[in-house]
């Protein structure tokens, strides 16, 4: 499915909610369902697929990685300002 997203070998225009339960799954299982949504909603309408819930559940999980970014980003700052305030160098590994 990644090849064919890719290759668009297929029209995207054809993509009915059974096709997108099915790419959504694999692209959990191989850690690539951010790349995919990215791909699917910059190639598609998005108001086309509001209503299929694999759309909404890879939606959700591109926006769970946004989220879980950020929080790991702010993490980081606060360490780096205490050894910064400590007088620590930190080099990230």
């Known amino acids: 499915m990644l090849n064919i997203l890719l290759n668009k070998t297929l029209p ?5 909610n059974a096709k997108l339960e099915i790419i959504s799954k694999e692209s959990l299982y191989h850690g690539v369902s951010n790349f995919i949504y990215l791909i699917i909603k910059k190639s598609l ?17 591109y926006m769970m990685t946004i989220r879980n970014n950020i929080l790991k980003q702010k993490e980081f700052i606060d360490i780096h300002n205490a050894f910064d305030i400590a007088g620590i160098p930190m080099v990230p590994i």
């Open 12 to 16: 995207l225009s054809n993509i009915n």
């Open 45 to 61: 309408k998005c108001e086309e697929l509001i209503g299929y819930p694999a759309y909404a559940q890879l939606k959700n999980q």
